[in-house]
């Protein structure tokens, strides 16, 4: 018996999932995440997870850094990554990160149900569009990558907020804790990354 996990904080379209696999998997054993915090949680529950399907940008995770850190700690398990994006661009990248497919929001149920039909084969699948458009993953993102999976979700968004240019004190508001927890989370990005000051930190993320 197959067992899915799904990771979408939009009810409409994780229902859309949902209802795909009921109808073509009725024995499938099936869970649920609404943000990265959650969905690791699960991961770490369950280890017999056969098709992890994961939103590309939800709480906790903004970019490729949910897709990273799962592939990192959960290696075993296939990850399709389900999203709203289509840019060849970004398709290449989650691809090159280790994603077993990528299936837009905008497809058809059926296209839905075609594409995790192909993965649980053991086949990567991208729409027909994208299949010849696809670039590989430099050398230096892919150890970029391996150093961002060593950040907590709390240090990834911390770090998303400096490349957005924002100052210390505004970080500690948006996230509602204290300067000094922020100044804290800095210091370990920094040891984690190999850097030394926030131009670094920034002008790395800019190229990730």
Known sequence: MYHFHVADDHPLFRNAILGVIQRHYPDAAVSQSVNLDSTIQ????????????????????????GLIMVREKFPSIPVSIISAVEEVGTISRAMGHGASGY???????????????AIMAGDRWVPEEFKGSLSPVDVEEKDLAAKIATLTPQQYRVLAYMREGWLNKQIGFEMGV???TVKAHITAIFRKLGISNRTQAVIMMKNF
């Open 103 to 117: 299936i837009p929001k905008s497809c058809s149920p059926q296209m839905i149900q075609q594409a995790i039909q």
């Open 42 to 65: 699960e991961l770490e529950k369950n280890d017999d997870i056969d098709l992890l399907l994961l939103d590309l940008h939800m709480p906790g995770s903004t970019d490729l850094f």
């Open 178 to 180: 204290t300067e000094a």
